[in-house]
């Protein structure tokens, strides 16, 4: 009996350390190669190998992804695809109507998702009644993020209208500090576009304009002034702003060459990886007008062989949507849990903003998925999107003739 145990004990322990040596893995491709960007996935690194998974890194940078999307659409058409890769809002759903992506549902069904998720934040992750995305986190994209010490010497209060940021910018600008620091990069200035766009047609009227593409909300008087805000923002940059990358304007307001930046909470991460502190060194604010953008960051697994890598995309789902992981990466992020049951006591202040801020939009309507990082409308329409705003932004092009060429240049997408 005794040795009948132990040879029992024996072929289970061969059977473990051999599923060991096979291993989850994952090609993980991503773009998150910023300081705060690394040490956030770095979490999910360290997590996947604790349990036994080897992670290969497929990191494409280029803030937004711009860059890591052509990665994985090369990678996809050689019949190649990386095991798991960030991917977010409707660019999911189109990738799943290639037939190329894994069914995770069985991962999300073990786990319970359906049950900490937010509906809005699940519909994301879902093709056709199936789990096909893991969400990370929400990030909020209208913020503006000051250099606290910029403000107090220059006797500038955060601005909470259009008008107090121009005036607070011209102050700014007499007195020899760079108003805005801003990387010119399309999806920087679709970034600040959407910010501004926000804030002067109201949550309807975004909505109108950039989730149902209503034509009559894309050429109203509201979206001229829209661009003429551009236009003095374009005023408020420094003349070196050309594709210069988002962190790198970050650290201008952390040194005090620049006193603000419109950007999406990611920028906290970069603060945070300086060790700066939320009230003392940075402020933040969300941009002037209601309601509140969301982008999720998220991974979909791709159609792989190979029982090692279907382990590994198994695992990664599960710690990704784990309450550990939520908490400690999104604490490095900048951005807030997906989950709702993760507490937000070590949360700092703008974190806690962003969640009351979402809660209240969420109540009252005015929760609006970004156009600009991908979460509002298919490629080929934010693409034609962000173009028009880039055009205008780098030439003198008048506001009315960018209106005009939205229309068409949104018209010819559809
Ligand atoms: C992503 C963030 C990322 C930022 C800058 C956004 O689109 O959602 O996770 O930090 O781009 O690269």
Partial sequence: ?????????????????????????????????????????????????????TWTD????????????TALRARVLSGNAPTAVQLKGPAIQEWYEEGVLADISDVAEA?????????????????????????????????????AEVLKANGIEMPTTWDEFNAAAEKLQAAGIIPLAHGGQAWQDATVFEAVALGILGPDGFRKAFVDLDKATLTSDKMVAVFDQMRTMRGFVDSNFSGRDWNLATAMVMNGEAAFQIMGDWAKGEFLAAGKVPGEDFLCLSVPGDGFLYNVDSFAMFDVDGADKIAGQELLAELIV?????????????????????????????????ADDMAASSANGSLLPSYAHGMALRGAQSGAITDVVTAHFNSDMSSADAVKMLADAVANSM
């Fill in 322 to 354: 784990g309450q550990n992981f939520q908490k400690v990466f999104n604490l490095n992020k900048g951005s807030i849990p997906a989950r709702t049951d993760v507490s937000l006591d070590d949360f700092d202040s703008c974190a806690n903003l962003s």
């Fill in 1 to 53: 009996m005794k040795s009948y145990l132990m040879g029992a004990v024996s072929s289970v322990a061969i059977l473990v350390s051999g599923a060991a040596v096979a291993g989850p893995e994952a090609e993980v491709l991503h773009w998150w190669t910023s300081g705060g960007e690394a040490k956030s996935v770095a979490v999910l690194q360290e997590e996947f190998a604790a349990r036994g998974g």
């Fill in 58 to 69: 497929m990191p494409v940078a280029g803030g937004g992804g711009d860059a890591a999307m």
């Fill in 111 to 147: 786990q319970g998702w359906a049950d900490v998720l937010p509906a809005s934040i699940a519909g994301h992750m879902k093709c056709e009644g199936t789990w096909c995305a893991a969400p990370v986190n929400v990030h909020r994209v209208d913020w503006i993020w000051a250099n």
